[in-house]
């Protein structure tokens, strides 16, 4: 006996003595079920309810897409029914879906152990990231040493392009940052120091907290977030383009010709960022002291020098020295790592500038710690 719905150009129900059977037919596709899609889901999902035993037959579909699997998907309630014929393509689609469709109630089975699951595969991500930067630091000496004993063989060019790119090419965005952050520091603090009658000391303050903390932080950031990410881009882009390849094809090494450059470049250039940085949020600080406070910028460049030691300048060039090659170490790290595919290239990038800053943040604890009792009176 054969009994149609009214949706007969989708399926069929066949009872053939004890069994049933529904026979789709038709095209399963969005573009075909868009004006029928929850009239043709309530009637298979009656079926289904009616005949938990039901055979699908499925092998008369036409055409199937995402949208169409999806629908069986949730009539069958994110279970494979007993009795079901597939053809191979349609037995890959739903493989597919059973590893990557949560269940269709929408209920998440509470994992009490996800937590350390969690804090292990963060553990392990920074160990990886540890010996590969490890690994990374141990080539380099290597090619140091190589260079060393063959110096006409050191990449000047890549040197000086990378301290061009890095360097000259981010002043614009460091002084302007720097400058603002120096305003927004400067008028903040004399509201304070008002209160107190103590307006001269905006010079002690706005000395130590830029030459020190903010002007090597504001230049290490931007240029985690600005070259960093430039150099993962680069090195990834050149790894999906399969141009690291063909350079170890014609024998050149990575790390002489593309890592140490870049690392080196930015090691130079990061210092003398710094010190521009910090230059210009003082030159903002001051500003922002002779509008709000009254305070000469010729006394301000007087009592500069006695109130913040020349300790504090070395410290924080020290900090552009070390967060430089940091950057560069990491940004390469990252890129080397990207696979061969677009969306590698995305999270890489990513990742590099998260860590980067991250570490950077935390470089600068480290100094914070270890040289408290420097340039402070």
């Keep these: 006996m054969l009994t149609r719905s009214s949706l007969s150009q989708w399926y069929e129900l066949i009872n053939d003595h004890d069994t049933k059977r529904l026979v789709l037919t038709g095209d399963y596709t969005l573009t075909a079920l868009r004006k029928v899609l929850a009239d043709l889901a309530a009637e298979l999902t009656q079926h289904q309810v009616n005949?938990?035993?039901i055979e699908w037959d499925l092998t008369n579909i036409q055409q199937m897409d995402s949208v169409g699997i999806s629908l069986l998907w949730r009539v069958w309630q994110a279970q494979r029914p007993k009795c079901i014929q597939l053809r191979p393509e349609q037995e890959q689609m739903l493989v597919r879906?059973?590893?990557?469709?949560?269940?269709?109630?929408?209920?998440?089975?509470?994992?009490?152990?996800?937590?350390?699951?969690?804090?292990?595969?963060?553990?392990?991500?920074?160990?990886?990231?540890?010996?590969?930067?490890?690994?990374?630091?141990?080539?380099?000496?290597?090619?140091?040493?190589?260079?060393?004993?063959?110096?006409?063989?050191?990449?000047?060019?890549?040197?000086?392009?990378n301290i061009y790119r890095a360097g000259a090419q981010a002043l614009g965005i460091t002084a302007l940052v720097g400058f603002l952050i120096?305003?927004?520091?400067?008028?903040?603090?004399?509201?304070?120091?008002?209160?107190f009658g103590a307006d001269i000391f905006i010079v002690n303050l706005l000395g130590i907290s830029i030459i020190r903390e903010l002007g090597p932080m504001l230049a290490a950031i931007l240029v985690a977030g600005r070259s960093g990410s430039a150099m993962t881009a680069q090195l990834g882009v050149m790894r999906v383009t399969q141009e690291l390849d063909a350079l170890?094809?014609?024998?050149?090494?990575?790390?002489?010709?593309?890592?140490?450059?870049?690392?080196?470049g930015?090691?130079?250039?990061?210092?003398?960022?710094?010190?521009?940085?910090?230059?210009?949020?003082?030159?903002g600080g001051i500003v922002?002291?002779?509008?709000q406070l009254g305070l000469s910028y010729q006394y301000f460049l007087s009592a500069l020098p006695d109130s913040v030691p020349i300790a504090n300048l070395w410290l924080g060039l020290s900090k552009g020295v070390v967060c430089g090659m940091t950057i560069g170490l990491i940004a390469c790290h990252f890129g080397l790592k990207i696979k061969p595919n677009t969306e590698?290239?995305?999270?890489?990038?990513?990742?590099s500038v998260v860590t980067a800053i991250t570490i950077v943040i935390i470089i600068?604890?480290?100094?914070?710690?270890?040289?408290?009792?420097?340039?402070?009176?």
């Design 182 to 195: 120096g305003v927004v520091v400067s008028y903040l603090a004399s509201k304070q120091l008002q209160l």
């Design 97 to 161: 879906l059973e590893q990557l469709a949560p269940a269709i109630n929408g209920k998440k089975s509470v994992d009490v152990l996800s937590p350390v699951v969690d804090l292990g595969n963060a553990a392990m991500q920074f160990w990886q990231l540890s010996i590969g930067l490890i690994a990374l630091i141990g080539q380099l000496f290597l090619d140091m040493l190589y260079l060393i004993r063959h110096p006409v063989n050191i990449p000047w060019r890549e040197i000086s392009a």
């Design 364 to 377: 600068d604890a480290i100094f914070a710690v270890m040289f408290s009792h420097i340039g402070i009176r």
């Design 266 to 283: 930015l090691g130079i250039a990061m210092p003398l960022l710094v010190a521009w940085t910090s230059a210009m949020a003082l030159i």
């Design 51 to 53: 005949h938990t035993d």
């Design 248 to 264: 170890s094809v014609m024998g050149i090494s990575h790390s002489q010709r593309l890592i140490l450059p870049k690392i080196l």
């Design 288 to 291: 922002a002291a002779e509008v």
């Design 344 to 351: 590698s290239l995305g999270m890489g990038t990513t990742s």
